[in-house]
């Protein structure tokens, strides 16, 4: 995959942003960044468009920044030599989509079709947008689509919210979203930064989606390990399920290990929405992962450990 839309992946939800003026650009990049989301699709809808992209791209490098509402070749001219990394438009203008290949620019033509979508395919648009996602039939049309179109990938923009968000990101061939609800037009206005920046550390929340998937214990061997488990099993009213490594209690929540295993005690399992975007995030808040450990599953990471135990336990993502 592009390095660019590696990194739109990972990230996951790209702001769309409508800037009233210049001096907007770094405090709303800032607090977006801050909240877990470096990055920004700037509309080329306001006058200070350009000259937001070209001064957070300056100030600002780590920000991955796209322009959107492209319209024509010339804005497109404007939005790359400023330092927009991708090109966003509302629709498939053929002209303007081989232009900004020729360029060598990541392009995201607006698509609401199956016909749209393989015509810029064919062009070579690695990802296309589709807009407006929610009025032409959101993520159940694009499964209809997919199953036809198979190496299709999309950006999602246009009634995405907090509430559908994992609906179109729990689909592997959409890739991202992009969103205005973390980073509304009045509170912008208004210059309510630590808003902005609520608002996105909630969306980044949702969209990953961790909680605690299951607790193993390690032991010495299969006798002492089926006593543990009856132990909780009578504790806990669950039943108890022998597996050929392990023994399980209630719905897996207990995984009483017939050897010892990773971590001195045990291990404890995180499940998350997408271990890929999982891991993006937390190593921005400083989380160290054994990146060797990586479980891969028909082309897709499925499980992944910290790098450092927690009171004697490892730690590990596991795909919900």
Known sequence: MNPILEKVYQIGIVPVIAFNSVDEALPLCKALADGGLPAAE??????????????????????????????????????????????????????????????????????????????????????????????????????????????????????????????????????????????????????????????????????????????GINSENEEEALATANMLSSLLSKKVAVGNSSVFVGNKEFEIMKKPGRGKNGHIAIACNNVDRAIYHLTRRGVKFDLSSMVNKNGKNIACYLADEVAGFAIHLVQR
């Open 42 to 215: 700037v509309t080329f809808r306001t006058a200070c468009a350009e000259e937001c992209i070209r001064k957070i791209h300056d100030e600002m490098p780590e920000m991955l920044l796209g322009a959107g509402t492209v319209l024509t070749t010339d804005q497109a001219d404007r939005a790359i030599a400023a330092g927009a990394s991708f090109i966003v438009a509302p629709g498939f203008d053929p002209n303007v989509t081989k232009h900004v290949l020729d360029k060598g620019c990541l392009m995201m033509p607006g698509t609401a079709s199956s016909g749209e979508m393989q015509q810029a395919m064919n062009m070579g648009c690695e990802v296309v947008k589709y807009f407006p996602a929610e009025a032409n039939g959101g993520v159940a049309m694009l499964k209809n689509i997919g199953a036809a179109l198979k190496t299709a990938k999309w950006m999602c923009t246009g009634g995405v919210n907090a509430k559908n968000v994992n609906d179109y990101l729990g689909y592997d061939q959409i890739i991202a979203v992009g969103g205005t609800w973390m980073c509304k037009s009045d509170v912008i206005k208004a210059g309510q930064w630590d808003k902005i920046t609520a608002m996105c550390q909630e969306a980044v929340d949702v969209m990953l989606g961790l909680e605690l998937a299951h607790i």
